[in-house]
């Protein structure tokens, strides 16, 4: 292992072990803003420039590997004002509204700014040209604010192979962008919104909703009522200083409740019901398959991840009749709220306000899409990020962290362990598995702690299968299957796989997509900053709050057997299709 | 002369433009025709492209130059078939305009060495067989059995260094692959052209296009690899077309693809094209590039011999090279090593562009003195302008000034200097090129092609582009080059690659080595070269030192308002009368009409509006009682304290002059001679100032008379010393003392002042200034039978102005030039004669010529009965001031501001030459006014200088109009015989209708449309 000194202290890291990270050992933090462990290592910022002995210029330590006897500096008078140099440059050049800005006391250029002891920008000169689009329905770009450390490019094009983005213009007028001056509507943007999770500043946000909802909750005429999703619990700490992974579901709903909401519901009602619509489906299909021995298209996809959705409709166009048609929980609970809930109510669909907590911006086009609407408007109102929920909940004044736990409202309000997982990668797969297997095989999910361990975790593509050993006589022709299923997430993995399948190397019953690494806990909506080890957190908070329920199965829940039998009928019936299903089209990559 | 056996003619893209296919095409028809044995090939480059199209006549090297299809038929019946010359199309030498048919007898040919460009304008690049009759492939079939390693040592042990700039050892790059752990290497060629200027890599392509293919097959042969990739911009098509061709012969005839000669290698290549980004030649951005991504730079490590092209091992390097392989390997490396300096071996190529007479493609050893290349090979700058800078390197390098003409063109010698060798783009730029905006000009270049990846190059860039061009826009402020050089300095140690890090070059390097022009931009608002459109109104009076309207009073001349004419000739320089004599109008030289013919003949139209005046013209002066007491002394009544005077009393001061001689008017009434300078023509202009409220005190010498406490004393708010330059410099050689031996300011001044001097029968004079000329000119009238002009260097050199020498010479002075005096040699006691050494031109010195150094000859004694020496001029600063602490400079003149003429004592002014050193009566009439106006802010506490506002010229002028088709008008002289012995001034005026035409001549180029009316 080679051995350094960095500043004064020795450190002793694997071959291949950056600067930075050796300095991170040492504890010693030097600053950055282009680099992201893992996903984007390119040198471009040099805010993490630090003097080696011997060396001819100043070196990027993010990309500089260490080596035996090297002697590094991270303190001294000429990188102090390199680094000072660098960033007064980046100011000079960024729009700059530090006090109005959203990203104000978030922003990693402020940040550095402030750490790095800058006072005054001593170059002024020219600003590259200003580019606000506003175009889509999920985020918003100002190119003005773009220090083009390029990290969206790099997620867009490598972690989401989504090809948005890019370089584009030379020098000073370089800026990250859809190809040919183009807007993102006009590209195939899928709005997942991991860009703008790693955005050192405002140049990509979120698309504001926060408006029209304190406009929603002032207007007298609207009964508003709030969804959060799984993934909000596990996240919304962090916008209060708390670490992450802190499960902080009962302050989260007094929080709802104090902001003014009329109703505080979990989107987990939903997706406990997705799990009995899309399980069916799957059962369906395999029937079809193995017994009628009829043309199906399988395997079947997972279809609660919007990004994911149009992804498909995207690039893989020919693999839509694969995905589930079940609704995602977001829009089936907007169906429900403004048709059952209405009516339980005694209000009208267009009286409703339906808003939901997502940790996804790509939940804000899903629920704008033309077809989202069967209650016969649209069914979910407005979306708010969990960041945005977090500044909603500093503007009312709450101080947060002081909030007792409340209960969730009902009806709408209880819900299985089940659906806490869809918020973790491999979490809606493993739902799915419980309640299929009990309703199969008519014995207990065999897994300890009913945790399919192969499709939990980080790895980019997950696998497994498993033989059904009996089963219960409407599924007798499953007894013997061997059921392979796959979970990918991060839409690079997911387009692998699935090229990977269209090329016959691979087969599989049902596969799990999420667009984004780690699941919706790694949402684009969610607090930053998220790397790998938060991501782990928010996991084992998502178990956690799982394993502490009694019901753990979808199908076990009282409310999603109550919808049935007052309101829906049954998994695939009229209703259900009319409500909590949907259909795909093929989109143009430009 | 023997029988023309082949007719090059040159294919490269320049004499392709220049219509060389067409010559080829009737050179064969024509010699097809006439059934003569003689093969006509179209080769790559020949080098001297200023001549395209040029053609080659082997055996003998008979060049022709800008032949058209209309002479082929000479060429033929005259050289190929009767064995003469056509001079009127053969190769000029530069500078000379002597035919030189030879190419062995002009240095442009001769100096150079040709490795890299063995074969350019020899073989012809579409033919395979021809590079294998001219020894191709050989190399390779040397090299498959010699084995890798013996390769690669063979081309260490040669010394060659990457040809793209950077110099890495070559032969330690190829090892560093070899030795790279990998199953699939890669062997690069960049040929991303991209300086602008440079065009090496693009001849070679074009001319020897499988030279370059053999050495890679080398490359690849040495470090493992199988695959190459050529990198061609897609601006260089000739290139790309010439290397598929070669390309597919080679794989046809068995040097690429499988199994090459039989002997188990592998080894194939594609051309990829660039879309022409800068930034792609650098080595990671151009693998991107070819990866078919953003051709971006990333960090190294890891290099490319580790981890290239898709992440594999890739050896990566320069066409010139690779050019150097083949001949390496066959050869030898002793060979190629015995050529070059002790750090950088063999050749390198250079593409001559700018102000260089030849421009075009030569290859020299390395560590020739750039000078050499310049003069000897580039035959020097064209039109008479002086050589100011060559920017070697492109964008990326930097600029070498005169001062270092001598440095040997090596890695080392010009890193040192802040350049760097480069690809081999050579500029060479004159006195007309601004080196403020010729900074702007490279800057913007890599502002543009910055990748924008890194904020240094991004961002940084643009700032100093900011910067710079401000500077060049007139609104410079203090501090702008500290800005520029601690910014720079961040660029280059915070960018990510060599782009960005070089990238600041340009403007480090010019500040360098012109701060001072910086500096001209910034404080005193002025473009010295003339070219910064935000400060210059009109070129001819940006270069008149005093800033004197040109345009303007040409203009108005040319409407007869010579009243007019006068006064605004005056509101910037009392002395248009003597400035119409003895001006070395420096706005002639910067005359556009020069670009259509020649200069207008500015000082001819102003010695015209000068004999026109009737009644003395003064420009506005305004009287200010609280001026008219304050008391202001002027010391010494020359050029520069008379124009101190002159402003301060258009300010309503009330100056006074103290001058030590018998008589006003300092060195044009003391050494220049009446015949050229009437002495009642410089009395009226000084009787003119007088009028204006100023008195004149002579005879009161500083230092004898009265110190500069004593003026303290007796109540001067504020002193000019303005006492000029006056005494002569000694010799320093044996004999000075001897009687007879005398300086030239003492000689002159006797004559002129006390009206009689001692004059020797045979008079040597030393010296090459206008000095020397007027002495020479004043012992001919007093009656010398010989007179003899010596100066050690050439009469190129010669400071006096051209006219000058030419009519001392029509008088009878004989100029005897690259003659150095060693000895006075006294007969009888006195000056019996000067011993004296023939010289000869050696190395460059700091002024950016070429040294003096004594030639074989032996001395030789020119015999003469008086000496007069006029080598320069000094002053006695010690006995001026007395005990005041006046700073100094080491060369012995007073320090004073540029812009205020203030000394380091407050209160004390100075200008002229007693600070600048001996220069022109305009250049002193400049420092009298800029020093008005900064006594007249002290003694105020602001700026009243009303004349310094530019007027709009109310004649009219349409600048649709053709120019005028006029030549330049000669001035008229006196003849020889009616001259010679007396002091009759020999310029002799204008007619009216010569002075119209003159001023017609103008183009006017203070025009504006917002400022003139058409």
């Avoid at chain 1, 178990?543 to 076990?556: C, T, Y």
Wanted: hydrophobic share 40%; with cysteine.
């Amino acid at each position: 292992m080679p051995k350094l000194t960095i500043d004064s202290t020795s450190v002793e890291v694997p071959e291949g072990t950056s600067i930075l990270d050796a300095a991170r050992k040492a504890g010693i933090r030097i600053p950055s803003l282009c680099h992201l462990k893992g996903v984007q290592t390119i040198g471009a910022c040099r805010v993490c420039l630090v003097e080696v002995e011997g060396a001819r210029t100043l070196a990027a330590s993010c990309a500089m590997p260490v080596a035996d006897g090297m002697t590094v500096r991270t303190t001294t008078a000429k990188v102090r004002q390199a680094r000072k140099t660098v960033v007064e440059l980046l100011l000079s050049d960024h729009g700059g509204d530090c006090q109005t800005c959203v990203r104000s006391g978030d922003c990693e250029l402020q940040s550095v700014a402030r750490d790095l002891g800058i006072t005054q920008v001593r170059y002024e000169g020219d600003r590259h040209c200003r580019l606000v689009d506003t175009s889509t329905p999920a985020l918003d770009r100002d190119s003005s604010k773009c220090i083009m450390c390029r990290r969206c490019i790099t997620v867009c094009n490598e972690v989401q192979a989504t090809r948005a983005l890019w370089a584009q213009d030379r020098g000073f007028q370089s800026v990250a962008a859809p190809a040919f001056g183009k807007s993102l509507a006009e590209v195939a943007c899928v709005q997942c919104g991991q860009c703008a999770a790693v955005c050192p500043t405002a140049a990509i946000t979120e698309k504001d909703h926060i408006t029209p909802v304190w406009a929603a909750l002032a207007d007298p005429t609207k009964h508003v009522i709030v969804q959060t999703a799984p993934a909000i619990r596990a996240g919304l700490g962090e916008c209060f200083g708390l670490p992450g992974g802190t499960l902080v579901t009962g302050k989260m709903v007094a929080a709802l409740h104090r902001i003014g909401f009329n109703g505080v519901f979990d989107t987990n009602v939903t997706a406990d019901l997705t799990i009995l619509e899309e399980g069916t489906e799957l059962l369906m299909r395999l029937k079809k398959a193995l017994v009628d021995k009829q043309p199906v298209a399988l395997p079947q996809y997972t279809s609660c991840c919007p990004g994911w959705i149009k992804f498909a409709e995207y690039y893989h166009p020919d693999t839509l009749p694969n995905l589930s048609t079940a609704k995602s929980p977001q829009q089936m609970f907007g169906a429900l709220a403004k048709t059952y809930y209405a009516a339980k109510i005694g209000k009208k669909p267009e009286d409703l306000y339906v808003v939901s907590v997502m940790p996804c911006t790509a939940k804000k086009f899903e629920a704008q899409r033309p077809e989202m609407n069967s209650s016969g408007v649209q069914d979910v109102d407005a979306v708010l990020t969990t960041r945005e929920l977090g500044r909603m909940i500093t503007q009312a004044g709450i101080d947060f962290l002081a909030l007792p736990d409340e209960q969730m409202d009902q009806p709408l309000g209880i819900s299985s362990g089940a659906a806490d997982i869809f918020a973790n990668t491999g979490g809606v797969m493993e739902a799915a598995l419980r309640t299929v297997w009990c309703v199969v095989t008519g014995t207990p999910f065999p897994f300890e702690k009913m945790h399919v361990a192969p499709i939990a975790g980080l790895e980019g593509v997950k696998e497994v299968s498993f033989t059904i050993p009996t089963a219960v006589p409407d599924w007798k022709f499953l007894e013997g299957v061997t059921v392979k299923v796959a979970v990918a997430h991060g839409l690079a993995n997911a387009d692998r796989l699935i090229r990977k399948i269209k090329a016959g190397e691979a087969s599989y019953h049902f596969i799990e997509v999420m667009a984004c690494p780690g699941g919706c806990i790694g949402g684009g909506g969610q607090p930053r900053f998220t790397d790998n080890e938060v991501r782990e957190a928010r996991m084992q908070a998502i178990f956690a709050e799982d394993e502490g329920k009694q019901m753990r199965m979808s199908h076990e829940s009282p409310i999603v057997a109550q919808l049935y039998s007052e309101f829906l009928g049954k998994p695939l019936g009229e209703k259900s299709h009319h409500l909590l299903h949907t259909h795909y089209a093929a989109r143009p990559v430009l | 002369m023997s029988k023309v056996t082949s007719i090059s003619v040159c294919a490269g893209a320049g004499c392709v433009s220049a219509g060389s296919m067409a010559v080829s095409a009737a050179l064969k028809d024509a010699i097809a025709t006439r059934k003569l044995n003689v093969r006509v090939v179209e080769t790559g480059c020949l080098g001297p492209c200023v001549g395209g199209p040029v053609v080659l006549c082997q055996p003998d090297g008979i060049l022709y130059q800008k032949l058209a299809v209309a002479d082929v038929a000479e060429v033929v019946e005259k050289t190929v078939m009767r064995g003469e010359v056509v001079e009127r199309l053969a190769w000029k030498r530069a500078g000379t305009e002597a035919p030189t048919p030879l190419c062995a007898d002009d240095p442009f040919f001769n100096r150079q060495v040709k490795i890299a460009l063995r074969n350019c304008g020899v073989v012809d690049p579409l033919s395979i067989d021809d590079y294998i009759a001219h020894g191709g492939y050989e190399a390779l079939n040397k090299a498959l059995g010699m084995g890798p390693d013996a390769v690669i040592a063979e081309v260490k042990n040669s010394g060659l260094r990457g040809r793209g700039g950077a110099g890495f050892p070559t032969g330690l790059k190829w090892e560093f692959c070899r030795k790279a752990k990998g199953d699939v290497k890669f062997v690069l060629c960049n040929g991303d052209e991209g300086d602008p200027g440079a065009f090496m890599d693009r001849s070679l392509l074009e001319g020897d296009p499988h030279s370059i293919i053999e050495a890679m097959i080398i490359a690849g042969f040495a470090i493992g690899g199988s695959q190459g990739y050529l990198y061609v911009r897609a601006e260089y098509p000739l290139a790309v077309e010439r290397l598929g061709i070669a390309i597919g012969q080679a794989r046809k005839q068995g040097f690429l693809g499988p199994n090459i000669l039989g002997k188990g290698l592998n080894f194939d290549l594609e051309i990829r094209m660039g879309s022409g980004a800068f930034v792609c030649g650098e080595e990671t951005a151009l693998m991107t590039s070819i990866e078919g991504k953003r051709g971006e730079p990333r960090p190294r490590p890891p290099f490319p011999a580790h981890s290239g092209l898709w992440g594999k091992p890739s050896l990566l390097n320069n066409v010139e090279t690779y050019a150097n392989i083949p001949a390496i390997l066959n050869k030898g490396a002793a060979w190629y090593a015995s050529h070059g300096t002790a750090k950088s071996k063999g050749t390198k190529v250079f593409a001559l562009a700018g102000s260089i007479r030849n421009t075009g493609l030569v290859e020299v050893p390395i560590g020739m003195p750039l000078g050499d290349i310049i003069y000897e090979l580039g035959g020097g700058v064209p039109n008479g302008k002086r050589f100011k800078a060559a920017q070697l390197g492109g964008p990326s390098g930097g600029c070498i000034p005169r001062q270092h003409l001598d440095v040997p063109v090596d890695y080392e010698s010009l890193s040192e200097l802040g350049a760097i060798m480069g690809s081999g783009g050579l500029i060479v730029m004159d006195e007309d090129t601004c080196m403020v905006d010729m900074a702007r000009f490279f800057l913007d270049f890599v502002q543009d092609e910055s990748c924008g990846k890194c904020p240094p190059c991004r961002i940084g860039t643009k700032r100093m582009l900011e910067i710079v061009t401000r500077i060049c826009e007139g609104k410079g402020v203090e501090g702008d080059i500290e800005r520029l050089e601690e910014l720079g300095k961040q660029i280059r140690e915070t960018s990510l690659c060599g782009l960005g890090q070089t990238a600041p070059n340009p403007v480090l390097s010019t500040i360098r080595h012109f701060r001072s022009e910086y500096e001209a931009h910034i404080r005193e608002k002025r473009c010295p070269a003339g070219v910064c459109a935000g400060l210059v109104r009109a070129p001819c009076q940006s270069a008149c030192p005093a800033n004197v309207d040109v345009p303007g009073f040409i203009a108005l001349v040319g409407q007869k308002k010579i009243a007019e004419a006068l006064r605004l000739h005056r509101e910037r320089n009392p002395f248009a009368a003597v400035c119409a004599r003895v001006c070395f109008h420096t706005c002639e030289d910067k005359c556009r009409r020069s670009m259509v013919d020649d200069a207008v003949s500015i000082r001819g139209v102003k010695r015209y509006m000068a004999d026109e005046e009737v009644t003395t013209q003064l420009p506005e002066v305004r009287p200010n009682d609280t001026n008219a007491s304050r008391k202001v002394a002027i010391v010494g009544a020359g050029p520069a304290g008379m124009a101190c005077a002159y402003f301060l009393a258009r300010l309503g001061y009330k100056p006074q002059i103290l001058e030590g001689e018998s008589r006003p008017g300092g060195m044009p009434v003391q050494t220049i001679p009446a015949y050229r300078l009437p002495r009642e023509i410089l009395s009226q202009e000084v009787r003119m100032i007088e009028r204006m409220g100023v008195n004149i005190e002579t005879n009161q010498r500083l230092g004898r008379d009265f110190s500069l406490d004593d003026l303290r004393n007796r109540g001067f708010e504020a002193v000019f010393l303005g006492v000029g330059a006056p005494i002569g410099t000694r010799l320093g050689v044996p004999g000075e003392e001897t009687p007879g031996v005398d300086d030239a300011m003492r000689f002159l001044r006797e004559y002129n002042i006390r009206g009689s001097a001692p004059v020797g029968k045979d008079v040597v004079v030393v010296g090459g200034g206008n000095a020397a000329i007027d002495t020479a000119r004043t012992a001919i009238r007093l009656g010398a039978k010989t007179v003899t002009v010596l100066y050690r260097r050439t009469r190129d050199e010669m400071p006096a102005y051209a006219e000058e020498i030419e009519e001392s010479e029509h008088e009878g002075v004989v100029i005897k030039v690259l003659t150095a005096p060693l000895e006075i040699v006294a007969k009888d006691g006195k000056v019996g004669g000067v011993r004296c050494q023939l010289m000869t031109l050696g190395d460059f010195d700091r002024s950016g010529r070429r040294r003096p150094k004594a030639a074989s000859e032996a001395p030789f004694v020119v015999p003469c009965d008086q000496v007069i020496t006029a080598i320069g001029q000094t002053l006695d600063s010690k006995t001026l001031l007395g005990a005041l602490p006046v700073a100094v400079g080491k060369d012995g003149f007073i320090i004073a501001d540029k812009v205020t003429g203030r000394t380091s004592v407050d209160w004390l002014y100075c200008g002229g030459d007693a600070s600048s050193g001996p220069s022109s009566v305009v250049e002193a009439v400049a420092a009298g006014e800029r020093a008005a106006v900064a006594i007249d802010a002290q003694l105020t506490g602001a700026e009243h200088a009303f004349w310094r506002a530019d007027v709009a010229c109310n004649v009219p002028f349409n600048p649709d109009d053709e120019p005028s088709h006029v030549a330049r008008a000669k001035m008229q002289l006196l003849a020889v015989d009616r001259r010679c012995g007396n002091f009759r001034e020999v310029e002799q005026p204008w007619t009216e209708s010569v002075a119209l035409a003159e001023s017609g001549r103008c183009l006017r180029c203070d025009y504006r449309e917002t400022t003139c009316f058409k």
